[in-house]
């Protein structure tokens, strides 16, 4: 069973840093893309980056490029996401999702075509 397990979320005063870890079970990341997705209260979940499964296409939202940067180790089956300079709008439940298994490059989406998803990890941005 595909499994997607995030961590690395918690508070951070503005202007701060977290790195959040996605890693799968239950099958390799090798041929998938990965997404990480945010939902604030009130709010729809939106895309915020997501990378190809060669790790050679990336994708970002407006709002976190230049601060965001995700990155892939597929040697240890975890998709990173590296969040600087974060905002209280940026306080949110953080997902990551899984689009796969891909046979050929398929460039990777910030919308919800994804197939499997984790439990999330929030994200709290306050002074």
């Known amino acids: 069973q595909l499994q997607l397990v995030e961590s690395g979320g918690g508070l951070v005063q503005p202007g701060g840093s977290l790195r959040l870890s996605c890693a799968a079970s239950?099958?390799?990341?090798?041929?998938?893309?990965i997404g990480w997705f945010r939902q604030a209260p009130g709010k729809e979940r939106e895309g915020v980056s997501c990378?190809?499964?060669?790790?050679?296409?990336?994708n970002y939202a407006d709002s976190v490029k230049g601060r965001f940067t995700i990155s892939r180790d597929n040697a240890k089956n975890t998709v990173y996401l590296e969040m600087n300079s974060l905002q209280p709008e940026d306080t949110a439940v953080y997902y990551c999702?899984?689009?796969?298994?891909?046979?050929?490059?398929?460039?990777?989406?910030?919308?919800?075509?994804?197939?499997?998803w984790g439990q999330g990890t929030q994200v709290t941005v306050s002074s």
């Open positions: 999702a899984a689009e796969g298994p891909l046979l050929l490059f398929r460039a990777c989406v910030l919308t919800e075509k994804y197939d499997d």
């Open positions: 239950g099958f390799t990341l090798d041929y998938y893309n």
């Open positions: 990378i190809s499964s060669s790790g050679g296409s990336t």
